[in-house]
């Protein structure tokens, strides 16, 4: 990742968005007339005294510069409300200080903004801090933030606002236009360091640290009590506000584990073995495509691991770390519980509690997310390039699109793997879309491809693997009107160490279309 993280807010009638460089699209209400921020944060500095670089550090660990409608996901925790995450009381005392309607405060970005600069100046002045010190705003963000310990406290001012601060961030709208920036600083907030507590070798590839939850008790005996779904969720807050609340008995709620924004921590609160209270609704099968019947009437606590997101399920997309990870984990889960890997199995709090949850949100990425999982429990070390480079790791997958502009990006057919795909005529015309994997040593891989299968596909398709020298290896033809949305082996074949690639070429009868989506190399 560059060190200034690439964000993209459009402005514009119809929505906010932000892109991270992993990958991110936000959709908010639609804003007022302003279409830049720069000026906002600025005039809100000027006016309320808070440096803008906190406002925009504390918009970027809240709702990585989301205008969200937040959700009430734990009993005791209000609401969040726009770029700067208001919530409860200081939506109303912001909207005061700022002089604009609550509803103003909640919905609109420039609003919002003011409204949460009016609570950081007024806490500013009740603590008397030296203002143009921004290591000394520390103790006023850890106060916004509304978490009540001070181990969550730190976390949040260390690992999440001063981060962002470090980290910087540059901001653009739909057109590629830049409306803010947050230019990257070397700030040392002045508040105590967290203390990170152990960090669980049960999984090999996650950083998982173990902050125990109060809030368990042991699961039932028999099937009922053993665990057959894992339940996904959004925190409705930033990560370090959703961990430290589900660790306070006075919450009395919890799951069994919280992942980070991005993906690079996990928080392991209760033991998969014990109950966790993550799911307020006795089960029916009815709302679950009739399964496990046998567990209706029971609560779904019984038989179910929770697993939390830093998010809000009114966010338009999530990162690609948070979800590469999280996949990880369920896979884990799975494995260890035999649970199968379906959409059954795997499922949305919404689904188990339709009454009062809609999270994870309607832009989850399901079937990215399952595939991911089913991926990495199948193929253990797997690489998958998609075409959509956002979702790739840059540094061993990258997807090259041909390069005639008769290549057309489309999601028309749902079953495709990841971000959609491209589509092109066949021809006798050399203008393949090359799909490159590194291999740190020559290795022998079983070659995969993801298509969406329809009647004008190409029956012929041609996959032609090459090495890292770019010698043929193998290559296949395959029928793409049948067998779409799943993975379907090409061949196993002998690559060399560094970039390797299979490409997809048009050259084949005319008359038809073949599908660029995803390859796997396992």
């Not at 993280?5 to 699209?25: E, F, H, I, N, Q």
Request: proline share 6%.
């Amino acid at each position: 990742m560059q060190l200034n993280r690439s964000l993209a807010v459009a402005l514009g009638a119809a929505a906010l968005l932000a892109a991270c460089a992993d990958g991110p699209t936000v959709q908010a209400p639609a804003p007022d007339a302003a279409t830049r921020l720069d000026p906002v944060f600025a005039g809100a500095e000027r006016e309320f005294g808070v440096p803008a670089a906190i406002l925009k550090s504390v918009a970027m660990a809240e709702t990585r510069f989301e205008m969200v409608q937040g959700e009430e996901e734990f009993p005791g925790q209000p609401r969040a409300w726009g770029l700067m995450a208001l919530r409860g009381a200081a939506v109303e005392e912001g909207a005061s200080l700022a002089r604009v309607s609550v509803q103003e405060a909640r919905m609109q970005p420039a609003a919002n903004i003011r409204a949460a600069a009016a609570v950081l100046g007024a806490a500013a002045k009740q603590l008397g801090i030296d203002r143009g010190d921004l290591g000394a705003w520390a103790p006023v963000v850890a106060r916004y933030s509304g978490i009540q310990g001070a181990e969550g406290q730190a976390a949040y001012v260390h690992g999440e606002v001063y981060a962002a601060l470090r980290s910087g961030a540059e901001v653009r709208n739909a057109a590629g236009s830049v409306v803010a920036t947050l230019a990257p600083r070397e700030v040392a907030p002045r508040f105590p360091r967290p203390a990170r507590l152990s960090t669980s070798t049960a999984a090999a590839t996650l950083n998982i640290v173990w902050r125990p939850s109060p809030n368990y008790n042991d699961r039932p005996s028999g099937a009922v009590g053993t665990p057959h779904m894992v339940v996904i969720h959004t925190c409705e807050s930033s990560y370090s506000s959703c961990w430290s609340w589900l660790t306070n008995s006075a919450a009395q709620a919890s799951a069994h584990y919280v992942v980070n924004s991005d993906g690079s921590e996990i928080s392991k609160l209760v033991y998969e073995s014990k109950r966790a209270w993550h799911v307020g609704a006795t089960y029916y099968c009815s709302r679950n495509n009739s399964t496990d019947c046998r567990f209706d009437g029971y609560s779904s606590n019984h038989f179910t691991i929770g697993i939390e997101h830093a998010g809000y399920a009114s966010q338009s997309s999530f990162p690609l770390g948070q979800i590469r990870e999280s996949a990880e984990l369920t896979c884990q889960i799975s494995k260890r519980h035999d649970i199968p890997r379906d959409r059954n199995h795997i499922v949305s709090h919404a689904r188990l509690q339709p009454y009062d949850r809609t999270d994870p949100g309607p832009n989850w990425p399901w079937t990215d997310y399952m595939n991911r999982v089913n991926s990495y429990c199948s193929t253990g070390e797997a690489l998958i390039v998609d075409n959509n480079n956002n979702l790739n790791d840059p540094a061993k997958e990258r997807f090259e699109l041909g390069t005639s502009g008769s290549w057309t990006q489309s999601d028309n057919i749902p079953e495709y793997y990841g971000g959609g795909y491209y589509h092109a005529p066949t021809g006798p015309v050399s203008d393949p879309s090359i799909f490159w994997f590194y291999l740190p040593a020559a290795a022998s891989k079983t070659i995969d491809a993801w298509w969406t299968d329809l009647s004008n596909r190409s029956s012929t398709a041609p996959y032609i693997a090459y090495n890292a020298s770019g010698a043929e290896v193998g290559r296949a033809s395959v029928n793409q009107q049948v067998n779409g949305g799943k993975w379907n082996t090409l061949g196993t074949w002998s690559f060399t160490a560094g970039w390797n690639k299979v490409v997809l070429s048009r050259w084949t009868t005319e008359g038809s279309y073949v599908v660029a989506d995803a390859v796997r190399i396992r």
